[in-house]
């Protein structure tokens, strides 16, 4: 059971990934703000993930943050790398990242496709990022993770105040030792949501009236 809530808790890492619809969400934990849930998923032996948090920002100033690639490893728990693979508009692009886990794990790697939108009428920002195949050689060492799911909805509450909720659903491809599944089963999401609140205080962001920022 515990390696099942490692699997997720990763994936929380890797920033990018809609998970299928969930019914039966059934709540993890709650801490700081940061709500996390888990669910079941048909055909799958891996639980998908759910995590809420409120903001003070605009669901524009959320989306840049998110879609700023090169930024992420300043606020994505143990990602050590992230860079642009290739733009195709302002509203969809390509990168690359890898995730740097404790030793005997190798690291894991993956790209993925983001396409943001925006509902003209509620202002609701949803961010798909699955993972894709093929526009990046695999490297020696590093595992690569191909099958991954995962959303960003970010909805409106008030004057300058939103609610963030990322769900996720991956296959991290590989095995992983046991004992990093009490570490990053709650850790991760945790922290990642509470680095998002650091960065959107940074003026590159707290000032962005854009989706979308220029790598």
């Known amino acids: 059971m515990k390696s099942k809530f490692y699997l997720l808790a990763l994936i929380f890492l890797l920033k990018l990934v809609p998970a299928r619809a969930q019914t039966n969400w059934q709540l993890k934990t709650e801490k700081d703000g940061v709500t996390i849930y888990e669910s079941e998923v048909p055909g799958s ?12 920002a605009t669901p524009m100033q959320v989306g840049a943050v998110i879609m700023d690639v090169k930024a ?7 990602l050590r790398s992230s860079k642009l693979i290739k733009r195709v508009s302002p509203n969809e692009l390509y990168y690359y990242s890898e995730v740097n886990l404790p030793w005997p794990a190798a690291n894991r790697d993956f790209v993925a496709h983001l396409t943001p939108k925006q509902n ?6 949803e961010i798909d990022g699955p993972a894709v195949s093929g526009y990046m050689q695999q490297m020696a ?4 993770i191909n099958n991954s799911v995962g959303k960003w909805v970010i909805t409106p509450l008030g004057s300058n105040q939103v609610q963030v909720e990322y769900t996720l659903h991956v296959d ?10 009490n570490s990053f089963a709650t850790d991760a999401p945790l922290r990642i949501f509470k680095n998002l609140r650091s960065e959107l205080e940074k003026p590159a962001f707290k000032n962005n009236d854009l ?4 790598n």
């Open 72 to 78: 992420a490893t300043e606020w994505v728990y143990r």
């Open 45 to 56: 032996k891996i639980k998908a993930l759910k995590v809420i948090a409120s903001f003070n």
């Open 211 to 214: 989706l979308l920022s220029d």
């Open 172 to 181: 991290p491809a590989g095995s992983l030792p046991s004992w990093l599944v």
């Open 120 to 125: 003209p009428e509620t202002k609701v920002v």
């Open 141 to 144: 060492g590093i595992v690569r």
